[in-house]
């Protein structure tokens, strides 16, 4: 099918998938068949037919994968579609609401595969603003008028691993320039080695190989899989086949096909759909070893068999290092099997795989050092000659194979390891202008005349591994530190001569060098992070959230930055997965006031006002101690259990004034009563609420991921008053879900009158710390420049945990380079001294976000003798001595104690101390699986005092006690279950 053809039938399926969507939302009983409805993606709704709270929207989004983003201007509306989506087990796992003027929509920009307006909201939307959110080739429906959104001139594509086939990793995108924001954050959080990414069309196309290290690697091993670039959604998913070592250039991507060799053929998919188009064969020589498109025309490598790889599948949970000597690496030490070497280069038609033009060799052409630019093809055969041919005809141009070009090239460096790079990766490229061999494996650099073939010359200053990336002005030469030799590094360096013109910093270990239209990315020179040198000023920002997955880098494509997925776990970051940075918006309309106020008469809030012995917050206090006020009962009985929904990750409980209160992932707040399990009300917000509520004065307020606090009257639910945390309403995919750019994750804490939030995930996008008014919601204080805390370096405060609050403190885990952000509780001045060096200390691993993937983390309950009960995996259960001289360690440092007693068997995943006894959620292997319980320990020995077997594993602190010495447990299975003191 032609591309005209092809735009003229989406065209009318999307026509068709447009009028079944305002039918479904037109006429809630009305249920027709979807079957064009998009698999995947973000679909907009902006408005629903007046009297339509929700049915129609249930009906869509039943029949079809997508994610839906629903925003209405009608508050009780936007309540009721809310009601109906939770009863359909659809809120917040598909379909999102939202409240606002249809005039600005709240979603980021490029975000959404199809924007369908209402009826009733037609006359007050505006096409560009609809526009505006729908990305590049999606469409806008109003009314019978459809748009489709153009992209944009100056979009570039990644179309082969090292972004073109002349192997120079440096992106021409116009539109992805610094400063950045979040555009989204995706699954797979995980992947394993290698792992190799191509982008075209506003797609982004990843290969995952065969060494997986942990058990969350397994899900993608050999895979191919593929995105849609503008919000992370899977297209589609395929095996490969295994034994095939997959790094190499064997992809290459346009926005009408993608293209994939291996040891069978070269297949060509259909990049929407993965549907396979065509298989290109060829019998005598089956494996291919390179590829390129370039024109019109296919070009590969292809060759005989080649030594195998073993697939490493992994049991091991949690977060950890992957080894350099694993059993898959690869060597290179015989042409003949080695993976990417081979002696034939032909130009094929991609659309029949016929022949166009081929030559033979009798040396060994090595893969890694095949490229090419503007018709010209270079090839190396190691220790024998570099080549040049004419790609139109298949003409050789010339050879140089004198000795002193393949002395400056040299052999294989012996080993790969974090400084030299990877055995696989390529080491020519080219322009116009030069051939140039440095990269993994190689020392210095060899420059050789594009045109002619002569040798032009070797870094003689520069005995290391050097990443370069071709500008058009000069060479930029990034190497590491002084570990394969010494003299001037890093730098601006000459086409004409090598010679050094200007320095830059040095690379720090296994990250290759990638480059954009404004800057320079690699990892961070301690711990992980993103090292970011501005082109244009010469400034360096350290990115410190996420580090460049080791074979991509930072790939710039789509308007996009691509980082991830993750795959070692040594490193100190806080963001995993698949991620997009765009270029930080500027066009925003004015959003609406931070503050809205319900203007009701609150109900009488002494049903629901605590005890003193209560446990009215996340863990029982502000200062987060998990210490039980009541008596922890000897003896229990089991008095109730109630069950919410199931596809709801609920948070740890709160019980103040008779109520039991817990957030949950759905975006909802849940009240239950405390003497039997009942549901006394739910009130739904926007977003994910990641910690439970904290009760005061008969008031329960809350945080969520739409960016808002939320005021709710705890006898009934109602709102008394939201503010926005956030600075602005943008909406962006996190993980399967929407949330805002700033989500209020942490939860919020009370204390004398006053609410304290934050809202953010990364620094760069920007974090914001607020204490409100607790009566009213007005601002007492605003902080917004953490996540700008150090101009030098770019780095600043990350929201990457719960708030807590003592001695006259808020603070939070602050991201890898702070380790706990601290501000003034009275004025919100951050205290935290200004990191300039691009250095990661810290890892963050954020319940909200990887707690799935991660084991339980260690826990310490500090005692009033100075005592510390701790959990962990080492050591399970135990209690340690004061530390010495009463000084209180940092969270985790427990080396200055010395241990009173432990149980290693016990493996908590939920700690509560009394005075005497603690009370304990554990999980514990058996034969069979595992097996969860709680139990009462005695606190002086570390005795059993009562244990009882669990359904299910706690949540994360998921216990509480309250004043009637009750103890509840919420349970990962949606079961909330509640014990009291035995008679």
């Known amino acids: 099918m032609s591309a005209s053809l092809r735009h003229c039938f ?27 409805l998009p698999r995947a993606g973000v679909c907009a709704m902006i408005g629903l037919p007046a009297g339509d709270n929700g049915g129609g929207i249930v009906a869509c989004a039943t029949q079809c994968a997508a994610t839906f983003y629903v925003q209405v201007s009608d508050g009780a509306q936007a309540d009721a579609i809310r009601k109906a989506l939770h009863a359909a087990g659809l ?12 005039r600005r929509i709240h979603l980021a920009d490029n975000v959404a595969d199809t924007a369908v307006v209402a009826p009733d909201a037609r006359d007050a939307v505006d096409a560009r603003e609809l526009l505006r959110v729908v990305r590049p080739r999606g469409a806008v429906v109003i009314g019978t008028n459809i748009l489709v959104k153009p992209a944009p001139e100056g979009m570039d594509d990644w179309s082969h691993p090292c972004h073109g086939p002349d192997n120079n990793p440096r992106s021409r995108d116009q539109a992805a320039r610094a400063p950045y924001s979040l555009q989204f954050l995706a699954e797979p959080m995980f992947c394993p080695m ?28 050999n895979t191919l899989m593929a995105f849609n670039g503008y919000n992370g959604a899977v297209l589609w998913s395929i095996p490969l086949n295994p034994g095939f070592m997959i790094h190499r250039n064997t992809i290459a991507a346009s926005a009408d096909a993608l293209l994939y060799g291996d040891d069978r053929s070269c297949r060509v998919f259909d990049p929407e759909t993965g549907a396979v188009r065509r298989e290109i064969v060829l019998p005598d020589t089956p494996v291919w070893k390179w590829i390129a498109i370039e024109g019109t025309s296919l070009y590969a490598l292809v060759g005989g068999a080649e030594r195998r790889v073993g697939v490493e599948r992994a049991t091991l949970g949690g977060l950890a290092h992957w080894s350099w000597n694993a059993p898959g690496r690869i060597t290179y030490d015989d042409p003949a099997s080695n993976p990417g070497f081979g002696r034939r280069l032909a130009a094929l038609d991609p659309a029949t795989g016929a022949i166009i033009w081929e030559r033979r060799f009798e040396p060994y052409v090595d893969g890694r050092a095949v490229c090419m630019s503007n018709g010209r093809l270079f090839f190396f055969c190691p220790g024998v000659m570099l080549g040049c041919i004419d790609a139109t005809t298949g003409a050789l141009l010339w050879t140089n194979a004198t000795a002193q070009l393949l002395d400056a090239v040299g052999a294989d460096i012996a080993d790969q390891n974090p400084h030299t790079g990877f055995s696989p990766q390529p080491y020519l490229m080219c322009n116009d202008r030069i051939a140039l061999f440095a990269g993994a494996q190689r020392r210095g650099m060899t420059a050789v005349d594009a045109r002619t073939g002569a040798f032009l010359w070797h870094t003689a200053d520069v005995t290391g591994v050097v990443f370069p990336v071709l500008f058009d002005e000069a060479i930029c030469a990034v190497t ?26 040095n690379r720090w270990n296994c990250v290759r060098v990638t480059a954009s239209i404004d800057s320079i990315f690699s990892r961070g020179v301690w711990g992980a992070g993103t090292w970011r040198y501005d082109v244009s000023t010469g400034s360096t920002d350290f990115l410190s959230p996420m580090r460049p997955a080791c074979q991509d880098g930072v790939v710039t ?13 040594a490193c100190n970051i806080s963001l995993y997965g698949h991620i997009a940075l765009c270029s930080a918006p500027t066009n925003m309309p004015a959003a609406r006031p931070q503050l809205e106020s319900a203007g009701v008469t609150p109900a009488s809030p002494a049903r629901r006002v605590a005890s003193s012995n209560d446990w009215p917050c996340y863990l029982g206090d502000n200062a987060r101690s998990g210490a039980v006020r009541a008596a922890v009962p000897g003896r229990v009985v089991r008095s109730w259990s109630a069950r919410l929904r199931g596809n709801a990750v609920l948070t740890a409980p709160v019980a103040a004034g008779g109520a039991v209160f817990l957030g949950d992932s759905l975006g909802c707040i849940t009240a239950l009563d405390a003497s039997n399990g009942a549901v006394a009300w739910t009130a739904c917000t926007g977003g994910a609420v990641n910690y439970p509520p904290a009760v005061e004065d008969g008031i329960a307020y809350a945080g969520s991921a739409d960016g808002w606090v939320y005021a709710l009257d705890a006898a009934d639910g109602a709102v008394r008053w939201r503010f926005r945390a956030a600075p602005d309403e943008r909406w962006i995919p996190v993980y ?34 607020v204490a409100l008014d607790a009566a009213r919601g007005t601002p007492v204080w605003r902080n917004a420049a953490s996540g700008a805390l150090c101009k030098e370096g770019g780095c600043g405060i990350s929201l990457q945990g719960p708030l807590s609050l003592a001695h006259g403190f808020l603070s939070f885990a602050g991201g890898t380079v702070y380790e706990t952000a601290v501000f003034d509780a009275k004025t919100g001045r951050c205290t935290n001294t200004p990191i300039a060096r691009a250095a990661a200390a810290y890892r963050t691993v954020f319940d909200p976000y990887v707690g799935k993937y991660a084991g339980p983390a260690p826990v310490e309950r500090p005692r009033a003798d100075g005592s510390m009960l701790v959990a962990n995996q080492r050591q399970g259960l135990a209690l340690l001595q004061p530390a010495a001289g009463g000084a209180h360690p940092r969270a985790g440092a427990t080396g200055t104690r010395r241990t009173v007693w432990s149980q290693p ?39 059993l005092v009562w244990q009882e077997t669990l359904p299910a594993k706690v949540v994360t602190d998921g216990l509480a006690v309250d004043a009637r010495s009750r103890i509840f447990a919420v349970l990962v299975n949606g079961e909330v279950l509640c014990w009291s003191p035995a008679r």
């Open 905 to 943: 068997s016990l493996k908590p995943d939920a700690v509560i101390a009394g005075r005497e006894m603690a009370i304990v959620g554990m999980t514990a292997r058996t034969r069979t699986g595992e097996a969860s319980s709680i139990a009462a320990v005695r606190i002086t020995d570390g005795s």
């Open 557 to 569: 494509a789509n308007g996009l930055l691509y980082w991830g997925p993750w795959m070692c776990g």
């Open 480 to 505: 590491t530190g002084d570990r394969l030799g010494s003299g001037p590094k890093s730098g601006w360096r000459s086409y004409e001569s090598g010679a050094l013109i200007s320095r830059l910093p």
């Open 194 to 221: 290698p792992e190799l990414t191509v982008a075209a069309g506003g797609r982004v196309f990843k290969l995952f190989g065969h060494l997986a290290f942990r058990a969350s690697q397994n899900a993608v091993i």
């Open 10 to 36: 989406h065209m009318r399926v999307l026509q068709a998938v447009t009028a079944a969507l305002l039918l479904c939302a037109a006429r809630a009983s009305c249920a027709p068949t979807l079957p064009a």
């Open 736 to 769: 399967g879900t929407l949330a805002s750019t700033w989500p209020v994750a942490g939860g919020v804490a009370v204390e004398d009158g006053a609410v304290f939030a934050a809202a953010g995930i990364a620094d760069f996008a920007g974090t914001f710390v």
């Open 91 to 102: 809120l917040g796992t598909r379909v999102f609401v939202d409240r606002g003027d249809p």
